[in-house]
């Protein structure tokens, strides 16, 4: 069956610490974006990209870092800049056609960072 | 540009309707629904285009006026199984990317 894979599930990082989160895709997709999601709030864009080897910051990409190396790929890594870092974290990808979002997202199960 | 989801919060019993609204401050190209369970993944409801259609799957319904910036969902008759938390997300045209609102939290009692 097609779809995203994040892993771990849950993850906890102690101060100072870099930890990584893993985002694979077997659907195809071209379009893939990073979120957040704080306790009672909406998602809040990361990181996106759009093609391999390319990439755009989102809404708050400060304390983040993204690759896309592979298009089923792309790992989010979540640096010790990144003051406040516990939170649930969504990946999606989506069939890209143009500029315009005109696909739905496909999101995975997440990863639930704490900070220890 | 956030939009601005609303009501926050709604509680009905099980077959009332309701209809849950979001407004951006900026023009939009497209709205997108999705609703997520308690600790899930969002999943996805439905895309509206600018072109003010309607969109419908069943007995969850949506329209989108360009005009006005914003988008409402419909659910009629409801069920147990559409309690979660409805977003939408907006792309404000040329902009490649979704903003989410806060979402609206909906519980359906029996």
């Known amino acids: 069956d097609g779809g995203i894979t994040q892993s771990p599930k849950y993850l906890f990082r102690k101060e100072g610490q870099n930890v990584t989160l893993s985002c694979e895709q077997n659907?195809?997709?071209?379009?893939m974006y990073w979120y957040r999601q704080d306790p009672g709030q909406g998602l809040r864009l990361i990181y996106y990209?759009?093609?391999?080897?390319?990439?755009q910051k989102g809404d708050i990409a400060e304390g983040y870092s993204v690759s896309r190396e592979k298009k089923e790929s792309f790992p989010l890594t979540v640096t010790s800049a990144q003051k406040n870092p516990t939170a649930f974290y969504l990946c999606?990808?989506?069939?890209?056609?143009?500029?315009?979002?005109?696909?739905?997202?496909?999101f995975g199960d997440g990863t639930r960072l704490s900070i220890l | 540009q956030q939009p601005v989801q609303s009501p926050q919060a709604v509680i009905l019993r099980e077959g009332e309707d309701a209809v849950i609204n979001c407004s951006s401050s900026k023009a939009l190209y497209s709205v997108h629904w999705y609703r997520q369970k308690h600790g899930e993944a969002p999943v996805f409801l439905m895309i509206?285009?600018?072109?003010?259609e309607q969109k419908g799957h069943e007995k969850i319904s949506a329209s989108f006026n360009e005009k006005k910036q914003q988008s409402s969902l419909y659910l009629t008759a409801s069920q147990l199984s559409y309690s979660g938390t409805y977003f939408c997300g907006t792309e404000i045209s040329g902009a490649q990317k979704l903003v989410f609102g806060q979402g609206t939290r909906l519980t359906i009692n029996p």
């Open positions: 990209s759009q093609i391999v080897n390319d990439f």
């Open positions: 509206l285009l600018k072109g003010g």
């Open positions: 999606a990808s989506s069939m890209s056609q143009g500029p315009y979002s005109n696909q739905p997202q496909h």
């Open positions: 659907l195809n997709h071209d379009a």
